[in-house]
């Protein structure tokens, strides 16, 4: 499939832009495999086909092919996130304009799947909050599911329009906006997007991304970190929109430093001169992306939502948890009948995300509790934090792959309920009574077909 010509001429002077090469990359049909290791469940990867580090992250890797990540139960177990590796330059914008060591409230706005939110939760100072949004409900559904997986407590999931962030005036101290946009960086690796392609879906998708930087613009606050990216090589959705954000608002432009042999090509937009990077697929190992940062240089509004108080668990009750669930700085909390736990220096921001926003999953499920009695969460299983003494039975991979397919299968074990665990990391939970065992792995997540592949993710 040809890329379209109107996008090729669109791009003629642009910094970086080399039509014989970039086509050239495109024709040649190679594609670029990539993953991100989860630090908080760290493991050597030693049943993926790893090869050399992608260079401007600590945790991610190239592969020198794409293996069955479905058939992998250490995918399911959140041990690594499939990525494309251009996206994983989010991490220099963050580090080199954060100091590292004060705890952060952090926006990721445009969230699903959450790419860039594992990869934010992983870098986040400990301390820190994530606001992981994603406006399409389903989609919402997705980002809980990878998060989830990943194993983090200190994550609210929301499914807000980013207008509805305007209440929470000032509120983040670092706001990503990966925006919707026209995907010509993604047409290697998904030529059917290529048919999608429009001049007048690159004006729809500009509009989109002011709109959606204006409505949840109030939400930085003053001197806070605004990382805008899209993957779209078009400069009406990339330069454009730094210049119409430098027009619109006081922010000052930050550079991002590039170490030799990245690729990555540095431009400056043409109207104030802020700076941008341009990743172009016959230049890094990776897809098309662009990338800029700013700083917040004016006041935001004061915050206009109500705030709701959370129900506490008590401590008697709380007890009880303590058997199931590490809760070292951890606060029980109710809602809609479920238990869930938040480090406790979050709760009073969470009190003010509950006034404003639709909440989709706070910090870590831990269950459901009927008398003394708990029905864990799927997420306490898939949770560092799970209790040493909460027994466990490991599978062997066929095992764990019907475990994964939901089916039905014999093993045996002691009675009740116990994670079953792959290589050691929880893949879910199992209830074995006394005549047959339950498979409590969500039915919604689990393997469907022998073919299926876990998707790509940005
Ligand atoms: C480029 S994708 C995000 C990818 C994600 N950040 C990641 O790294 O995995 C953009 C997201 O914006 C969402 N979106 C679409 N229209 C939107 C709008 N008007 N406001 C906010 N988000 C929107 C899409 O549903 C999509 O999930």
Redesign the pocket.
């Known amino acids: 499939m040809p890329i379209p010509e109107k996008l090729l001429q669109s791009l003629e002077g642009v910094p970086g832009y080399d039509r014989a090469a970039f086509t050239a990359v495109h024709e040649s049909g190679a594609q670029v495999t990539s993953l991100r290791l989860n630090p908080a469940k760290p493991t050597d990867g030693a049943q993926l086909p790893l090869a050399e580090r992608i260079p401007w992250t600590r945790s991610g890797y190239y592969l020198t092919r794409r293996p069955s990540f479905t058939f992998d139960p250490l995918f399911h177990a959140g041990t690594y996130y499939v990525?494309e590796a251009s996206?994983m330059f989010v991490e220099q914008a963050l580090l080199q304009h954060t100091d590292g060591s004060t705890p952060l409230t952090a926006l990721?706005?445009?969230?699903?799947?959450?790419?860039?939110?594992t990869?934010l939760q992983s870098l986040l100072p400990e301390g820190s909050l994530l606001v992981s949004?994603?406006?399409?409900k389903s989609?919402a559904a997705i980002?809980v599911e990878?998060l989830t997986k990943w194993g983090a407590d200190n994550v609210v999931v929301t499914n807000n329009?980013?207008q509805h962030f305007a209440r929470l005036g000032g509120f983040f101290e670092v706001m990503?906006v990966?925006?919707?946009?026209s995907?010509s960086g993604l047409f290697r690796r998904d030529p059917e997007a290529i048919n999608e392609w429009s001049t007048d879906n690159v004006q729809l998708c500009q509009g989109?991304q002011q709109?959606?930087l204006a409505?949840a613009w109030p939400a930085l606050r003053e001197d806070g970190l605004l990382i805008y990216?899209?993957?779209s090589y078009s400069p009406e959705e990339d330069e454009a929109i730094l210049d119409w954000l430098s027009e619109s608002f006081a922010v000052e432009s930050l550079p991002v430093r590039l170490q030799e042999g990245w690729g990555i090509v540095e431009v400056r937009s043409p109207g104030g001169g802020a700076w941008g990077y341009r990743f172009y697929p016959d230049k890094v190992k990776g897809e098309g992306f662009f990338l800029a940062a700013f700083r917040k240089r004016e006041s935001a509004p004061a915050a206009k939502g109500k705030v709701q108080r959370p129900e506490l668990v008590p401590a008697k009750e709380a007890g009880t948890l303590e058997r199931w669930v590490q809760a070292d700085g951890l606060r029980f909390l109710r809602h809609s009948g479920r238990i869930f736990a938040l480090p406790e220096p979050l709760l009073s921001s969470f009190t003010t995300l509950q006034g404003a926003l639709y909440i989709q999953n706070a910090g870590l499920g831990i269950g459901e509790a009927i008398r003394d009695k708990l029905i864990p969460d799927h997420a306490l299983a898939l949770s560092p934090r799970l209790h040493p003494s909460v027994p466990r039975t490991e599978l062997d991979a066929a095992l764990a792959v019907r475990y994964l397919q939901r089916a039905d299968f014999a093993l045996d074990t002691q009675k009740g309920w116990q994670a079953v665990t792959y290589g050691g990391y929880p893949l879910g939970w199992i209830n074995a009574l006394p005549n047959r065992l339950n498979n409590y792995y969500p039915r919604e997540w689990r393997i469907r077909s022998a073919g299926n592949d876990a998707t790509f993710?940005?």
Do not use: W, Y
């Open positions: 990525q996206s990721d706005l445009c969230a699903a799947p959450g790419g860039k939110s990869h949004n994603e406006v399409i989609r980002l990878n329009d980013p990503v990966d925006a919707p946009c995907g989109r709109r959606i409505d990216s899209t993957c993710e940005k």
